[in-house]
């Protein structure tokens, strides 16, 4: 069952995936969210809360998580 919260299923998704295909595919996810966001509370809202992601260009690798 699906957990609210929990992306386990997508990082095993997106893990599975090129490093492109990956990245197009988390950029798409983003858009669409940020997308239903404005539509939702409005754009310039959904700017404030989201402007740091959105407008933080990637400046390498994703570290990756650490099991313990």
Same mark, same amino acid.
């Given at each position: 069952?699906?957990?609210?919260?929990? $992306?386990?299923? @997508?990082?095993?998704? &997106?893990?599975?995936? =090129?490093?492109? #295909?990956?990245? !197009? *595919?988390?950029?798409?996810?983003?858009?669409? $969210?940020?997308? @239903?966001?404005?539509? &939702?509370?409005?754009? =310039?809202?959904? #700017?404030?809360? !989201? *402007?740091?992601?959105?407008?933080?260009?990637?400046?390498?690798?994703?570290?990756?998580?650490?099991?313990?």
């Amino acid at each position: 069952a699906l957990v609210p919260g929990d $992306f386990s299923s @997508l990082q095993t998704a &997106l893990a599975e995936q =090129s490093v492109e #295909d990956a990245m !197009l *595919g988390t950029t798409a996810l983003l858009n669409s $969210f940020h997308d @239903l966001l404005s539509s &939702l509370i409005g754009e =310039s809202l959904t #700017d404030r809360l !989201l *402007g740091s992601i959105c407008n933080t260009p990637s400046s390498g690798d994703a570290v990756q998580d650490i099991k313990s």
